[in-house]
């Protein structure tokens, strides 16, 4: 008797707390799918272009959303994932932001990027005010095709801000010379930048070169060290052959932390690129991960291997990785995959998991199964059109990861959940998020009474 009450009391509980999600947003597409152990909601919709996201000091989501600038937005938060927005306020109005966004260690300074500039501006958190007008702190990044830049503002290494800046094609031959600052990420010591002044990007010191277009960048936060990842080159050849549709893989790669002194090595593009799907022509013992040349008259597969830096990990080619951030402990690092832009080879869309140890992920470079998928469209059938395309990356200080949605304008909450094998959960109606909760808990309540009988002993 005394478990049937306490079954109950637990199931009116999570009843009385999914009952509070009153206004559920329902997506205009199939609703994404979640692994065991999290559950996840639709909270905002109706923004542009919603990239970079961040939480400032008081805990309200900053949004980078690109075409219309920097927003502030604000929750009525009614536990797990049952969230609303209570406000939705434009900080910043700036149509040329389009991705960068960072704030500094105190959270009292606010930073946004163009194509070609990082902008600066004080910001007074508990007031969600901006100066009036911004300070550039790094320019000469103008560029004809990748414009995004991404920033990340170190927590190891405070005022160390790191700056991605991509290729200015697909396949960019400015990117062999690392003074042309093309593919490559730099870091900028901003405690030394002067009232007024600002520093050209060739003068950061280089964290790494040969990068086409790395716009997903964290730190790891037990050793400091830097990941970024790579969104590959597209109309690859091999020795002639045409091996677009599996090759190359994109990249997950290591880096220095932001206060080392040493210039970074050459990552490999545009020429050096990892096989992802080793059946290709001339293989000669090609594994996944291994560097290989697109253009052997310039230079040869082994000498890739020898003068270049080999990706950490390889990722399914075309999945378009933009975004990183590690869980508290740096035990796992989320990635978001946008997914690929041909229709006729849809990939990617999804967030998912990377296992870390020792600040390294755990698996080899030649894994194929590095990946855990956690959160996803069910078919990519609709994709890249109907379907969710996940860009931002960050978690709250209840430890819930948030997601933008940048092509259907919109933010996702996922929660990870004590039990990890409780059925993955997308609350799409407060009635069918409720009948899941009742089914679940008569599940276990029934195996709870079933087990103990003394048959079963």
């Not at 049952?82 to 960072?102: F, M, Q, R, T």
């Not at 946004?112 to 790094?138: F, H, M, N, Q």
């Not at 010379?177 to 520093?199: E, H």
């Not at 075309?318 to 869980?327: A, D, E, G, Q, Y």
Request: net charge negative; glycine share 8%; with cysteine.
């Amino acid at each position: 008797m005394k478990l049937e009450q306490t079954i109950l009391a637990t199931a009116l509980f999570a009843v009385g707390a999914l009952a509070k999600c009153e206004n559920v947003i329902v997506p205009a597409y199939q609703a994404p799918t979640l692994a065991n152990g999290w559950q996840g909601q639709l909270v905002g919709n109706g923004f542009k272009k919603p990239r970079t996201l961040h939480f400032d000091s008081e805990g309200n989501l900053i949004i980078l959303d690109a075409g219309v600038g920097v927003r502030r937005v604000k929750f009525t938060d009614n536990g797990d994932t049952c969230l609303e927005i209570s406000e939705n306020k434009l900080l910043v109005d700036n149509k040329d932001l389009n991705h960068g966004l960072a704030f500094s260690g105190d959270g009292s300074t606010l930073y946004a990027s163009t194509e070609a500039v990082v902008l600066a501006w004080d910001y007074d958190a508990k007031a969600g005010t901006v100066s009036s007008s911004p300070r550039t702190v790094i320019k000469g990044m103008s560029s004809n095709d990748h414009l995004t830049r991404t920033l990340m503002m170190s927590k190891k290494s405070d005022g160390y801000l790191t700056v991605s800046r991509g290729s200015g094609e697909n396949f960019d031959v400015d990117a062999e010379d690392p003074s042309t600052g093309v593919s490559q990420i730099r870091v900028f010591d901003l405690n030394k930048l002067s009232d007024g002044a600002s520093y050209d990007f060739t003068s950061g010191r280089l964290l790494g070169w040969g990068l086409r277009n790395s716009v997903g960048v964290a730190e790891d936060p037990n050793s400091g060290l830097i990941y970024s990842v790579e969104t590959s080159v597209d109309s690859a050849t091999r020795n002639g052959t045409n091996i677009e549709k599996n090759n190359p893989g994109e990249e997950l790669n290591m880096h220095s932390r932001a206060s080392d002194t040493s210039t970074g090595g050459n990552y490999g593009y545009p020429y050096c690129y990892p096989i992802w799907d080793t059946d290709v022509p001339d293989n000669e013992g090609l594994r996944t991960g291994d560097l290989f040349s697109v253009d052997e008259n310039h230079i040869t597969d082994e000498q890739c291997e020898e003068q270049t830096v080999e990706p950490r990990l390889v990722f399914p080619a075309h999945t378009s990785p933009l975004n990183l951030v590690f869980n508290s402990d740096g035990t796992t690092l989320y990635v978001s995959f946008r997914g690929s832009f041909n229709p006729k080879n849809p990939v990617g869309y999804m967030v998912s998991s990377v296992a870390f140890s020792n600040g390294q992920p755990s698996a080899s470079v030649s894994a194929n199964d590095a990946l855990t998928e956690i959160f996803s469209n069910p078919n990519h059938d609709a994709c890249p059109e109907g379907c969710f395309r996940p860009v931002g990356l960050a978690f709250d200080a209840q430890g819930r990861l948030w997601v933008s949605a940048d092509s259907t304008g919109e933010i996702y909450v996922l929660k990870k959940l004590t039990d990890a094998t409780a059925p993955g959960a997308f609350i799409s109606s407060p009635t069918r998020a409720v009948r899941a909760t009742l089914r679940a808990l008569a599940s276990r309540a029934l195996w709870s009474v079933w087990l103990p009988l003394p048959w079963r002993r």
